[in-house]
């Protein structure tokens, strides 16, 4: 059983914007979906979440 449930958010993909909840066991993403099962929870209501993150970068041309 996953450590943490995160439910109500909404998880930006690749594909955009979807509802959807996700599972983190430790420090990793286990699973995404709807009605995971989890020992605690945290409602995400109103708020993104972005599994896995990305790495931004910038690349400047300074005259």
């Known amino acids: 059983m996953p450590d943490l449930i995160i439910r109500n958010g909404h998880l930006l993909t ?7 909840e996700l599972a983190i066991d430790g420090e990793r993403v286990a699973a995404s979906g709807k ?16 599994p896995g993150g990305w790495t931004v970068m910038s690349i400047c041309k300074c005259a």
Request: charged share 15%.
């Open 35 to 50: 009605e995971l099962n989890g020992a605690a929870e945290i409602d995400a209501a109103g708020c993104h979440a972005r």
């Open 14 to 20: 690749p594909s955009g914007l979807i509802a959807a």
